[in-house]
């Protein structure tokens, strides 16, 4: 609920400080608190939150939580950390309105690598729908 007010909000670093609270939340759960572990729609809130900031860097951003959504799905599929149709459609958006023409090349990258994904086994969905 922190980090989606985080996102809802209007401060400048909104998308920073959700990005501090998830390494906090990592840094607790790390100590032992089980309670605490980031799952999907912690990290769909963080996105949402780059999505509406207005950072040039925004896009590269959302590329990096959405690979380390992939990395933590394969290395501790436990925790319930997967990209979902919502996680994709908004790094996708997130990339072609912060970067301009390199965030649309950047985007259709990161559908194709998406669609390896779907025909390898590791996505659920074909890309296709996004």
């Known amino acids: 609920a922190v980090i989606k007010a985080w996102a809802m909000s209007n401060d400048p670093d909104a998308a920073g400080r959700a ?3 998830v390494e906090e939340m990592w840094e607790k759960f790390n100590e032992g608190d089980v309670s ?3 799952d999907t729609f912690v990290y769909n809130s963080l996105l949402d939150a780059w999505h509406r900031s ?3 860097d925004a ?3 959302a590329e990096g939580i ?3 959504m992939w990395q933590m799905h394969s290395k501790k599929p436990r ?3 997967k990209p979902d149709e919502r996680s994709r459609r908004l790094v996708i ?3 072609t309105k912060s970067d301009g023409p390199s965030g649309t090349a950047r985007a259709t990258r990161i559908v194709g690598e998406m669609q390896e ?3 390898t086994g590791g996505g659920g969905q074909s890309a296709a729908l996004y």
């Open 19 to 21: 990005t501090r609270f």
């Open 36 to 38: 605490v572990a980031p």
């Open 54 to 56: 207005s950072s040039p």
């Open 59 to 61: 896009g590269k951003k």
């Open 66 to 68: 959405l690979l380390e």
């Open 79 to 81: 925790l319930r950390i």
């Open 93 to 95: 958006n997130t990339c």
């Open 117 to 119: 994904k779907y025909t």
